[in-house]
């Protein structure tokens, strides 16, 4: 049997390939999507709140407390 491999993403800063080497961004994204589209991505929300909460959301990714991506629903 094929094992899987996990991994986590914290997070990412692309700013300094947006000059020095864009192309890395374009390949990375395609890289990131592809994986999406063949189910081997699951990226996690870790709270959904509606557009009221908006501020309460922003405070969750300043303070760093959020786990996994914040939903606004609208």
């Known amino acids: 049997a094929r094992r899987q491999r ?23 994204v395609d890289d990131l999507l592809r994986m999406f589209e063949n189910g081997r991505l699951a990226p996690v929300a ?12 922003y405070q969750l990714l300043r303070s760093r407390k959020s786990v996994g991506k914040i939903v606004i629903t609208m």
């Not at 986590?8 to 692309?14: A, F, N």
């Not at 709270?47 to 009221?52: D, G, K, M, R």
């Open 46 to 57: 870790g709270q959904v709140l509606p557009l009221e909460r908006l501020s309460e959301a």
């Open 6 to 28: 996990q991994m986590c993403i914290r997070d990412s800063y692309w700013g300094g390939y947006r000059q020095l080497d864009p192309q890395a961004i374009r390949t990375s």
